[in-house]
């Protein structure tokens, strides 16, 4: 994407933003709350269009994109919550993210035929395999409402994963996820990358510092850096953002140690 | 604004309800995990081959031993299910509310009504097929111009079909025969089928005994095909759908599609009904498609649980035969007979706010959601058992 802007009446929400997402990269989009983040990756989803910029995907320009053209280009994306079916279990909310290697149609539905039972039942294996691939095989027959947090966020990856998307996007993966939870995501995101790129929004600095090969850093609708994570690390615009101006360590110190009245 | 859903259900609570109580009863699964032992042949054709076997087998039996009367209320009720049937596919699976389903049927059956005014008409099968078809035409139309609208904005648009479409036939009543409407000549029962009822029970095979059956039959085939698609890959998505459409999109869904064809396989049976309903009543007529047409079947999926066909069926049946029986009850009473019939509607509106507060899953989908708790509690058992044992 390039020189992408938006702008949501007169509030101009990002400005001028570009990235790339490398084949086999795991791209991070990081930045502090109301920085864009999401709205950059609505962008990409076709949910809110540019003002200005062009957005390219396998050297193709992508004009008047819609969602539901997505997973058909090979694009998965996850929802900052987890967006799973309520009222479908497990395994039929995986099976939806494998809607586009359904074959059979209307009418081999309504007649019950056979090709329509054997449609099913590789959409029925494929989700199962997903299940299994992140651990949540066992609840295939719940419903989502019942499951803990973090299964529910597994679940909805099985979903975006079951696609078998060229590309990934991640909001906020890790939200609600304990230590260890989030160290076994990590992993799952660097496994993937053998078959999908990935751009990934997060919050968590030390996921994102680990499984990132290149970051791009917004605040407040303008891109700051960008570049691998050391690089964004060492950058003091970054460090800025985040901690406000001028961090004067000696001084916070000597606030925190005389009681810090005004906090 | 696309991430609207929010962690809401606490961490590792043990039931398995779904969250979503109204429409629990369409909730069954499409696709059950593998390792669940089941008498049930594995082809879904064969499994609802089976059950068509049976309901034909039970409607066969029920006509027969009862008198003409309720056969007449039974193919009263064939009609009902029909379109309940198909209303229950559009609300309980896709989550859309039509006010309009009186209207629909009322193409069927003006359809029906001139098709058999021909001298020479054509074969009943075939003038309930172009019945169904042109009803699904122009429900398709309509969930064209409504695939946009949800829930009260879709009520209301429906609602104007429902209030504009039978003020059609009293502005052409050259045609449609205006407020009188068209009376139906319901055609003779064909030879096979008298010797097919003398053959099994010996009764009289007249023409309410043969409308009634011919009611039977396109319930049966409608459920079959209904049934077919809810348990598919269709009914799943219809499903998603319903329940996160963004989350649906992002899979790949186009929502105004599966939305145009939730409503127009909708419409379709409601077609069918239609034109069974004239069939039945003998007349096409603006006063037979009200308002009230409308909300009595989207009442009776309620009661019967939304987007469950046994239920619409279940509902269909108490529409039917709830108020004869009330009346009956109230006659028994000593009320006469003007009292008697004004107690049917009070009882219908008691019986809805009763099933309202205490099963608001409907019928079906009270008993689903019933079952779940119980295999919850018992899995929880199980657990609990061998962790300690």
Same mark, same amino acid.
């Given at each position: 994407?390039?020189?992408?802007?938006?702008?949501?009446?007169?509030?101009?929400?990002?400005? +001028?933003?570009?990235?790339?997402?490398?084949?086999?990269?795991?791209?991070?989009?990081?930045?502090?709350?109301?920085?864009?983040?999401?709205?950059?990756?609505?962008?990409?989803?076709?949910?809110?269009?540019?003002?200005?910029?062009?957005?390219?995907?396998?050297?193709?320009?992508?004009?008047?994109?819609?969602?539901?053209?997505?997973?058909?280009?090979?694009?998965?994306?996850?929802?900052?919550?987890?967006?799973? #079916?309520?009222?479908?279990?497990?395994?039929?909310?995986?099976?939806?993210?494998?809607?586009?290697?359904?074959?059979?149609?209307?009418?081999?539905?309504?007649?019950?035929?056979?090709?329509? +039972?054997?449609?099913?039942?590789?959409?029925?294996?494929?989700?199962?395999?997903?299940?299994?691939?992140?651990?949540?095989?066992?609840?295939? +027959?719940?419903?989502?409402?019942?499951?803990?947090?973090?299964?529910?966020?597994?679940?909805?990856?099985?979903?975006?994963?079951?696609?078998?998307?060229?590309?990934?996007?991640?909001?906020?993966?890790?939200?609600?996820?304990?230590?260890?939870?989030?160290?076994?995501?990590?992993?799952?995101?660097?496994?993937?990358?053998?078959?999908?790129? @990935?751009?990934?929004?997060?919050?968590?600095?030390?996921?994102?510092?680990?499984?990132?090969?290149?970051?791009?850093?917004?605040?407040?609708?303008?891109?700051?850096?960008?570049?691998?994570?050391?690089?964004?690390?060492?950058?003091?615009?970054?460090?800025?953002?985040?901690?406000?101006?001028?961090?004067?360590?000696?001084?916070?110190?000597?606030?925190?140690?005389?009681?810090?009245?005004?906090? | 604004?696309? +991430?609207?859903?929010?962690?809401?259900?606490?961490?590792?609570?043990?039931?398995?309800?779904?969250?979503?109580?109204?429409?629990?009863?369409?909730?069954?699964?499409?696709?059950?995990?593998?390792?669940?032992?089941? #008498?049930?042949?594995?082809?879904?054709?064969?499994?609802?081959?089976?059950?068509?076997?049976?309901?034909?087998?039970?409607?066969?039996?029920?006509?027969?031993?009862?008198?003409?009367?309720?056969?007449?209320?039974?193919?009263?009720?064939?009609?009902?299910?029909?379109?309940?049937?198909?209303?229950?596919?559009?609300?309980?699976?896709?989550?859309?509310?039509?006010?309009?389903?009186?209207?629909?049927?009322?193409?069927?059956?003006?359809?029906?009504?001139?098709?058999?005014?021909?001298?020479?008409?054509?074969?009943?099968?075939?003038?309930?097929?172009?019945?169904?078809?042109?009803?699904?035409?122009?429900?398709?139309?309509?969930?064209?111009?409504?695939?946009?609208?949800?829930?009260?904005?879709?009520?209301?648009?429906?609602?104007?079909?429902?209030?504009?479409?039978?003020?059609?036939?009293?502005?052409?009543?050259?045609?449609?025969?205006?407020?009188?409407?068209?009376?139906?000549?319901?055609?003779?029962?064909?030879?096979?089928?008298?010797?097919?009822?003398? #053959?099994?029970?010996?009764?009289?095979?007249?023409?309410?005994?043969?409308?009634?059956?011919?009611?039977?039959?396109?319930?049966?085939?409608?459920?079959?095909?209904?049934?077919?698609? @809810?348990?598919?890959?269709?009914?799943?998505?219809?499903?998603?759908?319903?329940?996160?459409?963004?989350?649906?999109?992002?899979?790949?869904?186009?929502?105004?599609?599966?939305?145009?064809?939730?409503?127009?396989?909708?419409?379709?049976?409601?077609?069918?009904?239609?034109?069974?309903?004239?069939?039945?009543?003998?007349?096409?007529?603006?006063?037979?498609?009200?308002?009230?047409?409308?909300?009595?079947?989207?009442?009776?999926?309620?009661?019967?649980?939304?987007?469950?066909?046994?239920?619409?069926?279940?509902?269909?049946?108490?529409?039917?035969?709830?108020?004869?029986?009330?009346?009956?009850?109230?006659?028994?009473?000593?009320?006469?007979?003007?009292?008697?019939?004004?107690?049917?509607?009070?009882?219908?509106?008691?019986?809805?706010?009763?099933?309202?507060? #205490?099963?608001?899953?409907?019928?079906?989908?009270?008993?689903?959601?019933?079952?779940?708790?119980?295999?919850?509690?018992?899995?929880?058992?199980?657990?609990?058992?061998?962790?300690?044992?």
């Amino acid at each position: 994407m390039t020189g992408i802007s938006v702008s949501f009446g007169g509030v101009a929400a990002l400005s +001028d933003v570009s990235l790339t997402v490398e084949p086999g990269q795991v791209h991070g989009l990081i930045g502090p709350n109301g920085a864009g983040k999401t709205t950059l990756f609505n962008v990409a989803c076709g949910l809110v269009r540019p003002s200005a910029g062009r957005i390219v995907w396998r050297d193709q320009e992508l004009r008047r994109l819609k969602p539901s053209q997505l997973s058909g280009l090979g694009i998965s994306r996850t929802l900052q919550g987890v967006g799973l #079916f309520a009222g479908l279990t497990v395994l039929e909310n995986v099976m939806i993210g494998a809607h586009r290697h359904a074959k059979a149609g209307f009418f081999s539905a309504l007649l019950a035929l056979p090709t329509a +039972d054997k449609d099913d039942r590789l959409l029925r294996e494929r989700a199962q395999q997903a299940l299994v691939e992140l651990g949540a095989e066992s609840y295939a +027959d719940r419903y989502p409402g019942s499951l803990p947090y973090p299964v529910q966020k597994r679940v909805a990856l099985a979903r975006a994963l079951v696609a078998e998307p060229d590309l990934l996007l991640l909001d906020e993966p890790a939200s609600g996820l304990s230590e260890d939870e989030m160290h076994e995501l990590g992993e799952l995101i660097r496994a993937v990358t053998t078959r999908m790129s @990935v751009l990934l929004v997060e919050h968590h600095m030390d996921l994102v510092m680990r499984v990132c090969d290149r970051i791009t850093v917004l605040d407040s609708g303008q891109q700051i850096a960008a570049g691998t994570p050391a690089e964004v690390q060492a950058n003091p615009a970054v460090t800025e953002a985040y901690l406000g101006d001028d961090v004067d360590v000696e001084a916070d110190a000597a606030e925190l140690a005389s009681g810090g009245s005004n906090a | 604004m696309s +991430d609207s859903q929010t962690p809401t259900s606490a961490a590792g609570a043990a039931t398995e309800e779904a969250p979503v109580e109204a429409t629990a009863a369409a909730n069954a699964p499409s696709a059950q995990a593998a390792g669940g032992r089941s #008498f049930l042949p594995k082809s879904t054709l064969l499994r609802h081959l089976v059950v068509v076997l049976l309901a034909i087998v039970a409607a066969v039996v029920i006509l027969e031993i009862t008198d003409p009367f309720t056969n007449s209320q039974l193919a009263q009720l064939s009609y009902y299910a029909i379109a309940a049937g198909g209303l229950t596919v559009l609300t309980g699976l896709n989550g859309q509310v039509s006010l309009g389903h009186g209207a629909l049927m009322a193409v069927g059956a003006y359809t029906t009504a001139l098709f058999l005014q021909a001298d020479e008409p054509v074969p009943l099968p075939l003038i309930l097929l172009v019945s169904t078809l042109v009803a699904t035409v122009v429900g398709a139309l309509v969930g064209v111009a409504a695939a946009r609208l949800h829930g009260p904005y879709l009520a209301g648009a429906t609602l104007a079909l429902a209030v504009g479409l039978p003020g059609l036939a009293i502005y052409f009543h050259d045609i449609f025969g205006g407020e009188q409407g068209m009376r139906v000549r319901a055609p003779q029962p064909p030879d096979a089928f008298k010797d097919f009822i003398s #053959f099994v029970s010996g009764n009289s095979a007249t023409g309410t005994k043969w409308l009634a059956y011919v009611g039977a039959i396109c319930l049966v085939i409608t459920y079959f095909l209904l049934a077919n698609l @809810v348990r598919s890959r269709i009914g799943r998505t219809w499903r998603a759908v319903r329940d996160q459409d963004v989350a649906a999109e992002l899979a790949g869904i186009n929502l105004g599609t599966w939305r145009v064809l939730a409503f127009t396989v909708s419409a379709a049976a409601a077609g069918l009904a239609g034109g069974v309903l004239a069939l039945v009543i003998r007349l096409a007529a603006p006063s037979g498609f009200t308002l009230v047409l409308s909300l009595s079947l989207l009442t009776a999926i309620v009661l019967g649980g939304l987007g469950s066909l046994l239920g619409a069926l279940l509902g269909s049946a108490l529409l039917v035969f709830l108020p004869p029986f009330v009346t009956d009850l109230g006659a028994d009473f000593g009320l006469d007979n003007t009292e008697a019939a004004q107690l049917a509607p009070f009882v219908y509106g008691v019986v809805l706010i009763v099933a309202m507060i #205490f099963a608001p899953a409907g019928f079906v989908g009270t008993v689903r959601l019933r079952w779940l708790t119980y295999r919850a509690k018992q899995r929880a058992a199980a657990a609990r058992s061998s962790s300690g044992g």
